[in-house]
């Protein structure tokens, strides 16, 4: 069965200060990895996702996230944090074929500080 | 106009009562997801359906049923509300495309609260 582990429930950072949020993944098979994001009162919006493509990966407002299979991990990052940035992070997996069931990860929720 | 909409938005309820939430999309996806959302749990999976004519139990079916009305419609209903079914639900919607890995696009969601 696949699985994420995100380390890290909350995450602070200083405004202009690196954002790292980190996902572990577990799949017997290649994944589809994927960085969602949910600001508050809203509903869910794709960041990035990998596809077995190239292994960095890049999405919207800055965002990237490196496929390492070697670590099983696909963390995020964002080299600048901003205030718009706060809200909460969530990765998931699905399996590699076409069965687009995604497992989540409990998710990071990222307060920017001043 | 939202390409996912969900009603209610907020929705209060007593134990034993009958729920219905109703999902619409206008992406023309033929697949569509239903997710609780649970402080410290994430989202989790209730039931999906790939089409009008397939229906398929997700991680936490147990004490909801759902109904495919139509390519756009997809409905989740709790038969005797219970309070562990507070929550956030969300719909969400995919296309099916030939490399796989697609985007799932997600409703507003709609906040259930049993009492």
């Known amino acids: 069965a696949q699985s994420v582990t995100q380390l890290g429930s909350h995450v602070s950072v200083s405004e202009g200060a690196l954002v790292l949020l980190r996902c572990n993944y577990s799949s017997s098979v290649p994944p589809y990895l994927f960085w969602y994001v949910q600001y508050p009162n809203q509903g869910l919006q794709l960041l990035l996702k990998?596809?077995?493509?190239?292994?960095l990966v890049k999405g919207i407002n800055g965002f990237e996230a490196e496929f390492k299979k070697s670590e099983t991990s696909f963390h995020l990052t964002k080299p600048s944090a901003h205030m718009s940035d706060a809200a909460e992070y969530f990765c998931?997996?699905?399996?590699?074929?076409?069965?687009?069931?995604?497992?989540f990860g409990t998710g990071t929720r990222l307060t920017i500080i001043p | 106009d939202a390409d996912v909409t969900q009603t209610p938005r907020n929705r209060i309820t007593k134990t034993g009562k009958r729920i219905m939430l109703e999902c619409s999309q206008t992406k023309g996806h033929d697949r569509m997801y239903w997710y609780r959302q649970d402080p410290g749990l994430g989202l989790r999976l209730i039931y999906y359906s790939f089409d009008v004519k397939d229906i398929n139990k997700g991680e936490i079916s147990d004490g909801y049923s759902v109904s495919r009305q139509a390519q756009a419609k997809f409905s989740l209903s709790l038969e005797s509300a219970i309070p562990n079914q507070t929550a956030l639900y969300f719909c969400?919607?995919?296309?099916?495309?030939?490399?796989?890995?697609?985007?799932?696009?997600f409703g507003p969601g709609t906040r259930l609260t049993v009492l």
């Open positions: 998931a997996v699905s399996d590699y074929g076409g069965n687009e069931k995604l497992t």
């Open positions: 969400a919607t995919s296309d099916v495309g030939l490399a796989g890995g697609d985007e799932q696009f």
């Open positions: 990998y596809t077995s493509a190239a292994t």
